[in-house]
């Protein structure tokens, strides 16, 4: 079974859930098209760790540069801003590792939504 799939993460950023509190978390998954996930908070609240890894092998007509496909970098930048760092190298078994600074984005917004 393949096919695009979404997985939406929603951190809710009310004054009851806030964000200071922190809440140490790691967690891995896999979806169906065998994409590998793990999310990862440690001991600063507003530091979020998302690392991807890639199914392989990729399709034939994917063109890939640094293990990624073409362009991905420079979307993930365009999408995230100064929220987002792409950690060079990625952790160990993943294509991608982005380093989220929830603390740079812009206040008093509801909900803040990542998709993968």
């Not at 979806?31 to 399709?59: A, G």
């Not at 034939?60 to 760092?85: D, M, N, R, S, W």
Request: charged share 15%.
């Amino acid at each position: 079974m393949s096919g695009a799939t979404n997985f939406s993460l929603s951190l809710p950023l009310t004054s009851s859930t806030s964000i200071e509190k922190g809440v140490e978390l790691d967690y891995q998954w896999v979806e169906f098209d065998d994409v590998r996930y793990h999310i990862q908070v440690m001991k600063n609240p507003h530091i979020l760790l998302l690392s991807v890894s890639l199914p392989p092998p990729p399709p034939p007509e994917t063109t890939f540069l640094v293990g990624l496909p073409f362009g991905a970098i420079e979307a993930i930048k365009a999408a995230y801003g100064v929220v987002v760092q792409i950690l060079d190298p990625p952790r160990d078994g993943f294509n991608l590792t982005l380093k989220l600074n929830l603390s740079k984005l812009p206040q008093n917004q509801g909900t803040v939504k990542f998709l993968a």
